[in-house]
T-cell receptor, first 113, second 115 residues
């Protein structure tokens, strides 16, 4: 079965600094999804990547999927307190598409003012 | 444009009671997924349903747990004779279609506490 490994597990950065979160899969990724979760709340969909080498950006967050489709990174530029939360990567393990998503264990991001 | 609605947000039950968790998908979405997040663990798939059909229940415990998504009304996750180990956050997600490029959108979850 597919497994996702996220690194680091937790991250503390100074406001204004850049940061990167990685997500590595044990198998080929047919769809990779990034979500953000705030404590006590649900998951907010950020971005979806499907093609090898694909890169997407939204505001100050950029996500990439490597050419081999087994690793994704999430990069935040000039971090702000609003970026704090738990970032989760989720994956389709099947070419048919989303049925059951497998998730990484999450990366807890803290932004210090 | 309402998102995925789950209720209740918090539910407290005593051991042996039944818990019913409700989920109304986003408007226009006909695919519903339930996930469980145990304390200090990741999010795990439980069951995938379409209207009146269970498509994949491979992540659901064989006993005491059931799910439905009737023609009318919300999807229900039912846990009978709850035990302390059922304490967790239960999330529902929905998607418009099933296939590549169809992200799942999540509700705020139901936090179930067993006394």
């Amino acid at each position: 079965s597919q497994e996702l490994e996220q690194s680091p597990q937790s991250l503390i950065v100074q406001e204004g600094k850049n940061l990167t979160i990685n997500c590595t899969s044990s198998k080929t990724l047919y769809g990779l999804y990034w979500y953000k979760q705030k404590y006590g709340e649900g998951l907010i969909f950020l971005m979806m990547l499907q093609k090898g080498g694909e890169e997407k950006s939204h505001e100050k967050i950029t996500a990439k999927l490597d050419e081999k489709k087994q690793q994704s990174s999430l990069h935040i530029t000039a971090s702000q307190p609003s970026h704090a939360g738990i970032y989760l990567c989720g994956a389709d393990g099947q070419i048919q598409g989303a049925q059951k998503l497998v998730f990484g264990q999450g990366t807890r991001l803290t932004i210090n003012p | 444009n309402a998102g995925v609605m789950q209720n209740p947000r918090h539910l407290v039950r005593r051991r042996g009671q039944e818990a019913r968790l409700r989920c109304s998908p986003m408007k226009g979405h006909s695919h519903v997924y339930w996930y469980r997040q145990l304390p200090e663990e990741g999010l795990k798939f439980m069951v995938y349903l379409q209207k009146e059909n269970i498509i994949d229940e491979s992540g659901m415990p064989k006993e005491r747990f059931s799910a439905e998504f009737p023609k009318e009304g919300p999807s229900i996750l039912r846990i009978q004779q709850v035990v302390r180990g059922d304490s967790a956050a239960y999330f529902c997600a929905s998607s418009q279609n099933q296939g590549l490029g169809q992200p799942q959108h999540f509700g705020d979850g139901t936090r179930l506490s067993i006394l």
